[in-house]
């Protein structure tokens, strides 16, 4: 257990159906990440924050995602009108800033789109 | 961020060493040079960093090649809790963001 959880663990849904997962980090990390991984790939980035504000977004993060960290602390990447191709691994890291510091993963949550 | 080449996949007997390499033959003078591995049915985790020298934390030792194209992670010896996709990653000085681009990774398997 790294301290980063993730909710829920496994989402199973239909296309075109909205998702919302969450991610609650390690509590002292201002840094929260969002990376998809599909079977046989390594992870991809899909956005940032930093604290509260989202600093950075992924190419691969289309209109139909939308990621928020309200308070800077938990965070919810959302997926609307979801399609075949977004199933994946979703999984969600924390860090402190600076340089090369590690990133903490959770265990992820595995979304399939039916 | 530079690129990054890996063996697909490596076999090793438990409780020997293990080298798993990187080339990384694009590297600038300011990439650091990160190692996460991921276990069956988790996230990654971090394993070691470095720029120049080599390093050794709890968990493994990172050789770097002295002109840098090529690094070395080694595992004293490896349980089967080793077995692991173990991915190379350089973070390049201006990644403000420290995100992390994994490639393929190799997929370590350790045989009792």
């Known amino acids: 257990d790294t301290g980063v959880s993730q909710d829920p663990r496994h989402k199973i849904t239909k296309r075109g159906q909205n998702v919302t997962f969450r991610c609650d980090p390690i509590s002292e990390h201002n840094r929260l990440y969002w990376y998809r991984q599909t079977l046989g790939q390594g992870p991809e980035f899909l956005t940032y924050?930093?604290?509260?504000?989202?600093?950075?977004k992924s190419r691969l993060l289309s209109d139909r995602f939308s990621a928020e960290r309200p308070k800077g602390s938990f965070s919810t990447l959302e997926i609307q009108r979801t399609e075949q191709g977004d199933s994946a691994m979703y999984l969600c890291?924390?860090?402190?800033?600076?340089?090369?510091?590690?990133?903490?993963f959770g265990p992820g949550t595995r979304l399939t789109v039916t | 961020d530079a690129k990054t080449t890996q063996p697909n996949s490596m076999e090793s007997n438990e409780e020997e060493p293990v080298h798993l390499p990187c080339n990384h033959s694009t590297i600038s003078g300011t990439d650091y040079i990160h190692w996460y591995r991921q276990l069956p049915s988790q996230g990654p985790e971090y394993v070691i960093h470095g720029l120049t020298s080599n390093v050794n934390n709890r968990m493994a030792s990172l050789a770097i090649a002295e002109d840098r194209k090529s690094s070395t992670l080694i595992l004293h010896r490896a349980t089967l809790r080793d077995a692991a996709v173990y991915y190379c990653?350089?973070?390049?000085?201006?990644?403000?963001?420290?995100?992390?681009?994994f490639g393929g990774g190799t997929r370590l398997m350790v045989k009792p």
């Open positions: 924050f930093q604290n509260e504000a989202q600093l950075e």
């Open positions: 990653i350089l973070r390049a000085l201006n990644n403000a963001g420290n995100m992390l681009t």
């Open positions: 890291a924390s860090s402190l800033s600076g340089q090369n510091r590690e990133q903490y």
